[in-house]
């Protein structure tokens, strides 16, 4: 049997209502479907961040997107996803505090085209 490595995504799109977006609410349709027809072909591994980014947030909507991963197998954490979580956390933290000028807005001024 194949594995398969899914990321939190997969795991949103399959949980709750379709949004208003059409083109997100194609992708979560086209990921659902998919979900059923063939996900029973391959063993499906996660990790413990996309255990972690499902449990947050709202807690209804992390009650079911856990409920949809909770038999699939969780890699072990290596090197590389260990150090992948820690930079999304770290991106995920409010920056205005840690860099300023990062948070600061700013305008792009484009030239003119003329036709």
Not at 32 to 43: A, T, V
Not at 47 to 56: K, P, R, T
Not at 87 to 94: D, E, I, S, W
Request: hydrophobic share 45%; net charge negative; aromatic share 6%.
């Amino acid at each position: 049997m194949d594995t398969l490595y899914i990321e939190t995504t997969i795991v949103g799109h399959l949980a709750g209502k379709l949004v208003a977006d059409p083109v997100v609410a194609v992708r979560q349709q086209l990921t659902r479907e998919w979900w059923l027809s063939h996900s029973p072909q391959y063993q499906v591994f996660i990790s413990q961040l996309v255990l972690d980014e499902c449990g947050a947030g709202d807690v209804v909507a992390a009650q079911e997107r856990l409920e949809i991963i909770k038999d699939l197998a969780l890699i072990d954490g290596t090197t590389e996803t260990d150090l992948l979580a820690s930079a999304r956390r770290l991106l995920q933290r409010p920056m205005r505090s840690q860099c300023p000028n990062l948070a600061k807005p700013f305008t792009l001024q484009l030239p003119q085209r003329t036709v």
